[in-house]
């Protein structure tokens, strides 16, 4: 294979942004500088003791914020706020947006919600962690400062979306509409490389995902889908299928969009509306998967057709090979 850089790649790529005359490049160069800051970071947190733990406050989600995770936000913004082709910001860490309210960055064409750090509680035991991030073009008028309704988009408006896994290696995965293509980092050179071209997930898997912790308040239907799982008579060689779940999304999304699986966080009762942020987890991962050939519900919704209606809004989501969406959509709709 041709070593691309990222760099090369957008380049070669350039004519599929639409309406893009080097904006995307900056973007992406903007995510690439962070992440190898965030992950340099990550790498050593265990040796690091000043970043590894609780920052003491919460975040407007009620969660315990680690260290890491202000850390990675902060990072993110400041790059992103920094090259003039972003008018504001969203992040998980953030109650409201981040309008970059001058005048350059108030001709910018884009805005950009982001997850700067994903499955952050599994930091402190070094467990991979990511990053997620979604662009949409702007709504309200250029020159203006943004508005809270160029967040709140549905996700078929999304121009460009992707994440970051800090892991064995780490890696950038992104589409912009065009398909989806993975990037591994070479910390010896500081460059991301070409490593997964074209990524489709297989359209059925053996892999299920899911916290089974919360089993009992689940609906029925995937109650019902989850033993289907486990039975062994929906496999040609009559296995149950494998339960696998990390606890960071971006590290159970990868897995399962390379071997093919599903990852479910449904509604229950710790969580009557599901866990994940619509506007910068299931969005944007939604973007990708659809991309690389699967399928992303909200129990009987497309992912991509919802428009937010606040920038936390969380939502049950299900994300996967196209088969396995298939048979748990099937159960929900005849509402077994
Ligand atoms: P974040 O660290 O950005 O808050 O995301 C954590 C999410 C997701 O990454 C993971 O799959 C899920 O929370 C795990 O939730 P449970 O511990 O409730 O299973
Ligand atoms: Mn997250
Ligand atoms: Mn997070």
Redesign the pocket.
Known sequence: MKSFTVGEFIVETQSTFPGSSGELSKILSAIKLASKIVSHHINKAGLAKEILGSSGAENV?G?DQ?KL?VFANDTFINALSARGVICGVAS?ENDSYIAFDDRVNNDAKYVVLI?P??????IDVNVS??T?FSVFRRKSGKGTPVQLEDFLQKGDNQVASGYLIYGSSTMLVYTTGNGVNGFTFDPGIGVFFLSHPNMKIPENGAIY?V?E??LSSFKQPVKDYITYCQSSNNLEDKKPYSSR????????FHRNLIKGGI?M?PSSA??PKG???LTY?CSPLAFLIEQAGGRAISEEKRIMDIVPKSLHERVPFFIGSKYMIDKLEELIKSGT
């Open positions: 989600q969660e680690q995770d998980e997850d750090l994903d499955g952050s509680s599994n962690v990511g997620i995902s916290n912790g919360n779940y990390i606890g960071s999304l971006v590290a159970d990852y966080y710790n969580a866990k994940l942020r987890e």
